[in-house]
């Protein structure tokens, strides 16, 4: 069984793209499938691993969601959507991970100048 899960996990890991970092005024953007039934509406869902955090939010037919709505705390997060008719609902887009981020980054310190050595 371990061996199982470390394979599903470097499996997942290898697939996860570049983190992004963004600030709450952020907005998930996506397009409507190229195939299957009409869709009635579209689901965003948001996940955080610590502490773990689920929702979902129903946009309808807009094909943007701006974070603010989700009302997301500081932290790595992942980011997909689903589409939806009366019969039930897709499965989930790509997963985008993304770092949230409130404030800007402390100074820095220890700044220094000086002549550069002849070599």
Known sequence: ??????AVLLLWTAQV??????????????????????????????EKQSPYELSNFNVGLNTRFACAVANLS??????????FNIVGESGP????PFEL???APGS????????????
């Not at 500081?74 to 589409?83: D, F, I, L, M, Y």
């Not at 310190?109 to 070599?119: A, C, F, H, R, T």
């Open 101 to 103: 981020v409130t404030s």
């Open 17 to 46: 793209p570049a983190q992004t970092w963004v600030s709450p005024d952020c907005e998930v953007t996506w397009s409507p499938p190229t195939e299957g039934a009409p869709v009635q509406g579209y689901r965003v869902y948001f």
């Open 93 to 96: 887009s790509n997963v985008v």
């Open 1 to 6: 069984m371990r061996k199982t899960w470390i």
């Open 74 to 83: 500081t932290g790595s997060w992942r980011a997909w959507v689903t589409a």
């Open 108 to 119: 820095p310190v220890g700044v220094s100048i000086g002549e550069k050595p002849n070599l």
